[in-house]
């Protein structure tokens, strides 16, 4: 008789052999027994069908049966019980720093928001070293439009002029930052707030076609310095793409390549950009042609034949980019599932596409 870990799903076999582990009375003898339990379906005129019906109503009886003995598990049980499965996962990433490009629907959600935040103070609490990247794109809008500045964007680029840079400057590093540090402190962690040239984090250089978007710039040099002193002394750092040149002109970078840039300055062990997509498809017609991990070589082969496009082009960019000065990997993660922070992280699935060197 076939082993019932083999007839249920992944998710509920992973659920059966952590409950044995943590109580050896649940075995599959309790749960995977002979008729009456197990119902046949009708027989049909192909064996293999007869077959295949034969599995799916012995996966669907044995189940329901897993079902009935997960819920006598109690709840302090159950959270033991994943707060173990956790420990390797930890023990991994336990020093270690990680880079989050946060923007999107996770974002504009409260619900999401809320996730991500006690996401990172959670991977904080037992003892990553999370820095927090963030836009504001649909914030600049709103105050623009209430402004009456008009909105323009060319090739994906906001043109941003000298009254534009005043409204970007406000929005992101003293509505949209401050609110963010004040959301992670009342979730129990310490945020401290900065932009690009708090400490001379970022130095930044216009960007080549700055004559057409105005004050868009790249950054030209990171000096972690001011990071690291945060981190050591365990705050979560959250950070604007806000930064000036040499002469203090301030330019707006684009959030992507600063968390870039910053994870390959301080050598993090990974870079995650949450995104509004599920990572990058095999078919981008195709939803759930997902790909779960992939090479440097192979994303460049990807975009080489077309089957990457549009604005996860320079997301995979940035993650070749910082791959290429160290970090030891990239994720382009869904942002529209709750606690996608922590299933990138803390298990072996992911929440997305992870580029690896």
């Known amino acids: 008789m076939p082993a019932v870990e083999g007839l249920l799903s992944p998710s509920a076999s992973k659920l059966f052999t952590s409950k044995s582990l ?39 009886s044995a189940t329901q049966q897993m079902e009935a003995v997960v819920d006598s598990v109690t709840p302090g049980q159950f959270r033991v019980d994943v707060l173990s499965e956790s420990l390797p996962f930890i023990q991994k990433f336990r020093g270690k720093t990680i880079v989050v490009k946060y923007g999107g629907a996770a974002m504009k959600s409260r619900s999401l928001q809320a996730s991500v935040v006690n996401d990172l103070v959670l991977l904080s609490c037992v003892g990553l070293r999370p820095i927090l990247v963030h836009g504001g794109g649909p914030e600049i809008n709103n105050w623009l439009k209430r402004l009456n500045i008009e909105v323009v964007f060319r090739d994906g680029l906001r043109v941003t002029d000298a009254e534009t840079m005043k409204i970007v400057s406000m929005v992101l590093v003293g509505d949209v930052n401050k609110n963010l540090v004040s959301l992670i402190n009342k979730a129990g962690a310490s945020a401290a707030g900065l932009c690009g040239v708090d400490g001379r984090l970022l130095t930044a250089r216009p960007a080549p076609n700055a004559a057409q978007l105005g004050f868009v710039g790249e950054v030209a040099r990171v000096d972690p310095t001011v990071l690291q002193a945060l981190l050591d002394k365990g705050h979560i750092p959250v950070v604007s793409s806000v930064a000036a040149d040499e002469s203090g002109q301030m330019y707006n970078i684009n959030a992507d390549t600063v968390a870039g ?3 390959a300055a301080l050598g993090a062990e990974k870079l995650i950009l949450l995104t509004d997509v599920a990572g990058i498809l095999e078919d981008r017609d195709d939803p759930k042609s997902l790909v779960k991990q992939i090479d440097i070589k192979g994303v460049k082969k990807m975009m080489d034949e077309g089957r990457i496009g549009g604005g996860m082009i320079p997301k995979v960019n940035c993650c ?7 970090v030891r990997t990239a994720s382009i993660i869904d942002g529209r599932l709750e606690h996608s922070l922590l299933l990138e992280i803390m298990t072996d699935n992911g929440a997305g596409t992870m580029i690896i060197g």
């Open 261 to 263: 840039e910053l994870a």
């Open 320 to 326: 070749v980019r910082s791959l290429a000065q160290g």
């Open 22 to 60: 943590l109580n050896p009375s649940i075995s599959s003898s309790l749960i995977f027994s002979p008729a009456p339990r197990l119902r046949r379906l009708p027989s049909s005129s192909s064996s293999s069908s007869s077959s295949s019906s034969s599995s799916l109503s012995i996966r669907c």
